[in-house]
């Protein structure tokens, strides 16, 4: 089946560590995106990238880096620098003008 | 960013009944989107609207594009308790530029439905 895998479901992060979470798509979209969701507020955009290689900052980009090296794959590292990196993490992909579809995320937690 | 604002936050009802919940924007937007969100899940994309004006429906809900481009309004008629979940309402630029393809979410309206 097409669609967006995000891994993994729940992760936790210990105090001065970086940590990465996967996002994977088959829908042969150009677009990816990160979205960061903290309860009782909207998606907050962290960053996006349009074509292989290349990638802009969001809103939210501090404490966060990302590379696009496959059309496919579309990697968040949250670094130690994010210092309330607890929340709920969304990957998302379209195709040109096309709206997005969303992953099941992954939820974030500091031990 | 830009922000969106989406009412009513919350909303308590009893089975069948119908429910209308609005978006709107200081900024105009080229397209109007609206996600449900169900818990420990993903959005999933209910209804795209793409020109001012433009009634769309899908099942039990319907929404519209405002004229003005900076608001829009989702309706769900008849609601049943799977209608239960997170509605959000989202603005899109359209292509070109930086802009390309970025959406700005509401904050979201809470459905609670009682059999």
């Known amino acids: 089946d097409g669609g967006i895998t995000q891994s993994p479901k729940y992760l936790f992060r210990k105090e001065g560590q970086n940590v990465t979470l996967s996002c994977e798509q088959n829908l042969n979209h150009d677009a990816m995106y990160w979205y960061r969701q903290d309860p009782g507020q909207g998606l907050r955009l962290i960053y996006y990238?349009?074509?292989?290689?290349?990638?802009q900052k969001g809103d939210i980009a501090e404490g966060y880096s990302v590379s696009r090296e496959k059309k496919e794959s579309f990697p968040l590292t949250v670094t130690s620098a994010q210092k309330n990196p607890t929340a709920f993490y969304l990957c998302a992909s379209s195709i040109f003008s096309q709206p997005q579809h969303f992953g099941d995320g992954t939820r974030l937690s500091i031990l | 960013g830009q922000q969106l604002n989406q009412s009513p936050q919350s909303m308590f009802i009893q089975e069948g009944e119908d429910v209308s919940m609005n978006c709107t924007s200081s900024?105009?937007?080229?397209?109007w989107l609206w996600y449900k969100q169900d818990p420990g899940e993903g959005p999933v994309l209910l209804i795209a609207l793409y020109k001012a004006g433009e009634l769309t429906s899908n099942g039990r809900l319907t929404a519209q594009f405002g004229i003005t481009r900076k608001d829009s309004f989702l309706n769900i008629s008849a609601s049943i308790p799977s209608d239960v979940g997170i509605y959000f309402c989202?603005?899109?630029?359209?292509?070109?530029?930086?802009?390309?393809?970025?959406?700005?979410f509401g904050q979201g309206t809470i459905l609670t439905v009682h059999p």
């Open positions: 989202a603005g899109q630029l359209g292509a070109g530029g930086t802009s390309y393809g970025k959406l700005t």
């Open positions: 990238s349009q074509i292989v290689n290349d990638f």
């Open positions: 900024s105009i937007f080229n397209t």
